[in-house]
């Protein structure tokens, strides 16, 4: 994102990049970025957690300003868990329960090739959004 984040800033418009991902974002250098140390795909913070996330939201924008030199990251100040023994199980998979021999547990979200809806009014709200046109942001998704 922080590579599409310098060519919109190219282009005039300011961004504000939000990371899990120090190393990777730090190697892109985008204008701007809110580093937030939780799992990859938790940006704005935990599930179910809308004052949490909402406050992270209202920091992320708050970066616009507070943010003037090129290439500069904020450390937001959550904590994921009170210890950071979650970290020990990011990409490394588990032996399976089962004790086969050499096999891994994979522990991660299905995927899907289809879009994935929260409730059918949000299928039904992203179908009449798009009324059989192409979306240039959802290039190759199928409605």
């Known amino acids: 994102m922080g590579l599409i984040a310098r060519q919109i800033e190219a282009a005039g418009i300011p961004t504000v990049s939000m990371s899990s991902a120090h190393d990777i974002t730090r190697a892109v250098n985008p204008p701007r970025s809110v ?12 599930p179910h957690d809308p004052e949490l996330n909402r406050e992270i939201v209202l920091q992320g924008l708050r970066a616009f300003h507070q943010l003037t030199e090129p290439g500069s990251m904020i450390h937001l100040p959550y904590n994921w868990a009170d210890t950071d023994d979650w970290k020990d199980r990011v990409m490394r998979p588990t032996p399976r329960e089962d004790g086969v021999s050499g096999e891994m547990e994979d522990d991660r979200v299905e995927r899907h090739p289809d879009p994935q809806y929260q409730l059918p009014s949000d299928a039904d709200a992203a179908a009449a959004a798009h009324a059989g046109r192409d979306c240039v942001v959802c290039a190759g998704v199928d409605f």
């Open 35 to 46: 580093y937030l140390d939780y799992p990859h795909g938790h940006t704005v913070g935990r």
